[in-house]
């Protein structure tokens, strides 16, 4: 006769520390309020209800535990007891880890453990019988959760797909939040990385979540990111002529924020993409950026492809200044002298300048000055300024190419057109526009057209352009404090 163990409306921590404790771990290791504080957290309404109809090995149950209910379990020999933590993209970050201070500088590596990564993910659960077998006959039900808005030329051309281990510990909520939990987490590939650090600076234990700014991750500028979130794997000492420092292992992955959440961006933005920072959600939220260095290209910012009724608040704060390209200048005309004759081509026109921010049919709301709605930078400070279009290239006559048009001023500044070909004489080259268009970088000058020459002019960029949403409507997009001092619309929308 085999006596059964029953598991009835159980909790996660209580079911582990039970089979820890029958296979004589000691008691007074497990710190109890510590778990039930992190399962009642991330685990709220987990209970667990089956019943248990075979002898295993401990170490089976328990990874059938924790893979069910994306959890860690670890002995942590610093503090002395065991550890349990949820995995989950919505864990914030405890502390920032810099190349040069926290990580020391050039030690830094990274592999990618591309087995994790899984765009869909399927889970089997609510077995028919619980005295059954574990075969996949003996579960009435299945759910499966897939991000497809990471699927496309941009990204990955097909899923990747995770199949979990048949549970019976599983039910409707619990298997959906695991399927959930894994794609978010690893849906982009994890990287583990590796790296040492000085024992004054090793203020994060196993198991934390933690920033990373390193020289091997870096933004379209070239700066380094600081969007890197990582969880804490594992932290070694050793010994040198120095002193202990620490060999550390980190899980890397695509960060995600909760609802309503406020991330700083505080490097310089090149043609950035709002939704590909917060993440990439799937499912319609309020997010707020804060911008406080400046931006260019062609595009500077977009909002990306956030799901209809999304909004983001974009809070420019501390001088923050949005910029785009301007306009490159036409070619000045070409001129031959063939037979006696001379032989004109057409100059070409000015190029149009580039589009600070495109929200895409994303509603937005935008603080230039005054109050905000954050806590964190409850006063705005910014500007946006649309750039200028580039000069039409000039004709030319018949003692010589016609000139080139100027380029436009833009925070990477139009390229001054070239003069046309010529055997008869030389035209002259346009300038290339300012990076400021006038000497205090005032809204002055900013967000004008080119000048007809021979050719058309560029026509002036564009502050804020609103796009259309996935219905086909524009967006709200709502300003404050947004006076002629700080914004210049050029050809946008506002």
Excluded at 15 to 25: C, E, Q, T
Excluded at 323 to 328: P, R, T, V
Excluded at 365 to 381: K, L, Q, V
């Amino acid at each position: 006769m085999f006596i059964c163990e029953v598991s009835d409306d159980e909790t996660i921590d209580s079911l582990i520390a039970r089979i820890l404790i029958d296979s004589d771990f000691d008691p007074a290791l497990i710190p109890s309020a510590e778990w039930a504080a992190e399962v009642g957290e991330w685990h709220s309404n987990t209970r667990i209800n089956t019943l248990h109809i075979e002898s295993e090995d401990v170490n089976d149950v328990l990874k059938r535990i924790l893979n069910g209910f994306l959890m860690d379990l670890w002995f942590s020999t610093t503090e002395n007891k065991a550890k349990l933590s949820a995995i989950s993209v919505w864990k914030q970050s405890s502390s920032t880890l810099v190349e040069g201070k926290e990580i020391i500088a050039y030690g830094i590596r990274k592999k990618p453990k591309e087995s994790l990564r899984a765009s869909r993910a399927l889970v089997l659960y609510d077995k028919r019988n619980l005295t059954d077998d574990d075969s996949v006959a003996s579960y009435k039900k299945g759910t499966q959760f897939s991000d497809n808005t990471i699927i496309g030329p941009e990204l990955f051309g097909k899923h990747k797909d995770k199949s979990f281990n048949n549970n019976v510990m599983l039910n409707k909520d619990s298997a959906e939040l695991l399927v959930q939990r894994y794609v978010s987490r690893f849906k982009f590939t994890p990287f583990l990385r590796t790296f040492t650090a000085d024992e004054r600076y090793l203020n994060y234990k196993t198991g934390d979540v933690v920033n990373i700014n390193s020289e091997i991750d870096q933004g379209f500028d070239g700066s380094n990111s600081t969007n890197v979130r990582a969880q804490i794997l594992k932290i070694n000492p050793s010994y040198t002529n120095e002193g202990r420092q620490y060999k550390i292992d980190a899980m890397t992955y695509e960060a995600a924020f909760e609802d309503n959440s406020e991330i700083v961006l505080d490097s310089v933005l090149g043609e950035v993409n709002l939704y590909i920072l917060a993440g990439a959600p799937s499912q319609a939220i309020t997010i707020t950026f804060v911008l406080t260095a400046y931006a260019f290209g062609s595009t500077a910012i977009r909002a990306g492809s956030f799901p209809t009724d999304s909004k983001i608040i974009l809070i420019l704060a501390n001088g923050f200044k949005g910029k785009a390209n301007g306009g490159d200048g036409g070619r000045g005309s070409s001129v031959f002298l063939e037979n006696g004759e001379v032989i004109f081509s057409p100059p070409s026109d000015g190029q149009n300048g580039g589009t600070v921010y495109d929200a895409q049919g994303v509603n937005t709301d935008i603080y230039f000055s005054g109050s905000t709605s954050s806590t964190s930078y409850p006063t705005a400070d910014g500007y946006i300024f649309a750039p200028n279009g580039g000069d039409g290239g000039f004709n030319g006559g018949t003692s010589s190419a016609g000139d080139g048009g100027n380029g436009g001023d833009g925070r990477v500044p139009g390229v001054g057109g070239s003069s046309g070909n010529s055997n008869v004489g030389a035209g002259v080259d346009g300038s290339n526009g300012n990076i400021n268009s006038n000497a205090n970088d005032t809204s002055a000058g900013w967000g004008q057209d080119g000048v007809d020459n021979g050719a058309t002019k560029g026509l002036a960029g564009s502050g804020i352009v609103d796009g259309l949403n996935s219905l086909g409507l524009p967006p709200t997009v709502v300003l404050f404090g947004a006076t002629a001092a700080r914004y210049v619309n050029g050809n946008g929308d506002h």
